[in-house]
């Protein structure tokens, strides 16, 4: 585990603040180049097209840390403690939680795109492979700094952390699975798939992900419901989200065949 840097004995760097620095810097030079690869111009001009989509990533920043801190924050301790909106160290510190993340992104990408009429809301497909690859790299700051860690592991890839105990690297194993991901999706967008599947299959994907390999995890902080049958909070979002994508396969399989 590696959760600081120390330049100095006294000025040290936060591992997972800094990976998360690099992957959101990732994500949007990767995005940037998704547009380019696939000639996708939002309007008449590349420089309105580059300040749509930094206007349109910024705030999907902005609103999904807030959004992601604050459930986190709900999480922990069952019932939102107003007093951790004036702490500085509570927005800029580690504890997020995805779902918080994804939810405050969309809400902000539905202003832009849908109500402000600023960007044409079926090219968001070409953030998501970018996102996937940002996401792998948030993990890789969740591994050095020893938290969202995983369950006992008696197989040989078990690593340690702090009580010495092998555990299953759960946050490697996302990596993994965020990156085949990636290339899936990528390959969606290569072979002209309506944007509803490209993003139906994000979704569902990720909470499939996410379904599975909370239950390699060790960590009771991330809020685990016994009222539903321990159940994790990501967990139980993934159901959901799940049985909405399969409905709208459905949906679009017996409906709209013909039209895809």
Known sequence: MLPFIYITNSFYIDTYLLLMGVAISITYILSKATFNYFKIEQTQTKNQTRNQI????????????????????????????????????????????????????????????????????THAIYFLPSLCIGLAIGRIGCFLSGCCYGKQCNYFWGIEIYDRISRHPVQIYEVIFLLILATIIFLLIKKKFVSLIIF?????????????????RGDENRGVWQQFYAFSTSQIIAIFIIGFNIALYVYLFFYKRKRL
């Open 54 to 121: 930094k206007f349109l990533f910024i705030g999907c920043i902005v609103y999904g840390w807030i959004l992601a801190k604050l459930l986190f924050a709900s999480v922990i301790y069952l019932k939102f403690n107003l007093n951790l909106l004036f702490q500085l160290n509570f927005w800029f510190s580690g504890g997020v939680v995805f779902y918080g993340g994804l939810i405050g992104g969309l809400l902000f990408f539905i202003q832009y795109s849908l109500i402000m009429k600023k960007f044409n809301p």
């Open 200 to 216: 139906s299959t994000f979704f569902s994907g990720h909470s499939i992900i996410r379904l599975i390999l909370e239950n390699f």
